[in-house]
């Protein structure tokens, strides 16, 4: 299993069905499988149930997905939050942190009304405490950190192949 960690905004959809998609390989998003679980958007179940208890739904679905050994896994910019998802993915398989600035973060997602820890009067101030909260806990469960910066998707999906190959975690494509 790889998965790819990150704050909100960072990437780890996007690049994990090209990245799935280059390996050949099936892909996961927590994110999507929740809401399928729970027959209703994470925003609403935030709203009515609170972040814990998604926390503990985030959790059991984690848990199940790093069961899966070939394939690529994008999970919900606060599953680290939890310690046995941060040991799961870690013991499971190969994390990627997508690491992305705070301010490029706020930039891409000013306009987005679906994430609902960003619904607030200063999303660029929330997204700075989240990436202090947050970047250790990345930092403690990838084995590689790839910096998001600007480069196209294209581009992220060649860096972290390369990456896999050096580390001897997938064999050169040709």
Do not use: W
């Amino acid at each position: 299993m790889i998965g790819l960690i990150g704050l909100p905004g960072s990437g780890k959809s996007t690049v994990g069905r090209q990245l799935a998609r280059r390996l050949q390989l099936p892909f996961y998003d927590s994110d999507r499988v929740i809401e399928e679980r729970l027959g209703c958007s994470i925003r609403d179940f935030f709203a009515l149930e609170g972040e814990e208890r998604f926390r503990d739904v985030e959790t059991s679905v984690i848990d199940e997905l790093t069961q899966i050994p070939n394939a690529v896994l994008s999970t919900g910019g606060g599953a680290v939050l939890q310690s046995m998802n941060r040991s799961n993915l870690r013991s499971r398989g190969h994390v990627i942190y997508l690491k992305s600035a705070p301010e490029e973060l706020a930039r891409r997602l000013k306009h987005d009304i679906h994430r609902p820890l960003l619904q607030v009067d200063d999303p660029l101030k929330r997204m700075r405490d989240l990436f202090a909260v947050r970047d250790p806990l990345y930092r403690e469960t990838a084995h590689f950190i790839i910096e998001t910066g600007r480069p196209s998707v294209a581009t992220l999906v060649n860096m972290i192949v390369m990456q896999l190959e050096l580390a001897g975690v997938v064999t050169a494509q040709p």
